[in-house]
């Protein structure tokens, strides 16, 4: 599976930005799609999953209520709505596609709130 992402960039503490990432190859295998950050210095982390399935969500207690993960099935596209921005989003956002053998990474997008 092969994943790109886009819609990461620049914004004031308060907005909001859209990240989308597109999957390609076996996506027939794909179980959970997700986003995951990696600040300066720090471990990667989960932000939110989806489940192919079920559609089922987790969410990061940080981010709850501020960001929301969705799916477009007939794309391959998971997409993650951030509002409410504070400058502790600031980090590199990878999406990450699981099947039962596999893990896929996407080559990452920065997001960069200013206070």
């Known amino acids: 599976v092969q994943l790109v992402e886009s819609g990461g960039g620049l914004v004031q503490a308060g907005g909001s930005l859209r990240l989308s990432c597109a999957a390609s190859g076996s996506t027939f295998s794909i179980r959970v799609m997700g986003w995951y950050r990696q600040a300066p210095g720090k471990q990667r982390e989960l932000v939110a999953v989806?489940?192919?399935?079920?559609?089922?969500?987790t969410y990061a207690a940080s981010v709850k209520g501020r960001f929301t993960i969705s799916r477009d099935n007939a794309k391959n596209t998971v997409y993650l709505e951030m509002n409410s921005l504070k400058p502790e989003d600031t980090a590199v956002y990878y999406c990450?596609?699981?099947?039962?053998?596999?893990?896929?990474w996407g080559q990452g997008t920065q997001v960069t709130v200013s206070s």
């Open positions: 990450n596609a699981r099947s039962v053998l596999t893990s896929s």
């Open positions: 989806i489940t192919s399935g079920s559609g089922s969500t």
